[in-house]
């Protein structure tokens, strides 16, 4: 079992900046691939961005590419989004999720994850 709590949301405006983290509980997050997916309102969730287990592999949607960075610090059982040029368009809510992968490599689908955060609140403004 796998409690994941996003944090470092809020509200910015379009050019600026934001780092969310998302804190795991259990010894296993090693285990893990991570991925942050985003869902706006009346939109479908949308895959963002994910990293593999070792943090040697990373995959970003095409809309974020060069904007925004996954890493990740097993020791400190954390995963990072750094959000750069921001733009309202990026409004949403953003999940981090966990997929049981030992393999080093990542997964964009979100039916491949395990266990999900409740989320973390992005607002873009113009």
């Known amino acids: 079992q796998v409690q994941l709590v996003e944090s470092g949301g809020g509200l910015v405006q379009a050019g600026g900046s934001l780092r969310l983290s998302c804190a795991a509980s259990?010894?296993?997050?090693?285990?893990?691939?991570m991925g942050w997916f985003r869902q706006a309102p009346g939109k479908e969730r949308e895959f963002v961005a994910a990293?593999?287990?070792?943090?040697?592999?990373?995959y970003y949607t095409n809309s974020v590419k060069g904007r925004f960075t996954i890493s990740r610090d097993n020791a400190k059982n954390t995963v990072y989004l750094q959000m750069n040029s921001l733009k309202p368009e990026d409004t949403a809510v953003y999940y981090c999720?966990?997929?049981?992968?030992?393999?080093?490599?990542?997964?964009?689908?979100?039916?491949?994850?395990?266990?999900w955060g409740r989320g973390t609140q992005v607002t873009v403004s113009s």
């Open positions: 999720a966990a997929d049981y992968l030992t393999s080093d490599y990542v997964r964009v689908g979100y039916y491949n994850y395990d266990y």
């Open positions: 259990g010894r296993t997050f090693s285990s893990y691939a």
């Open positions: 990293i593999s287990w070792s943090g040697s592999n990373t």
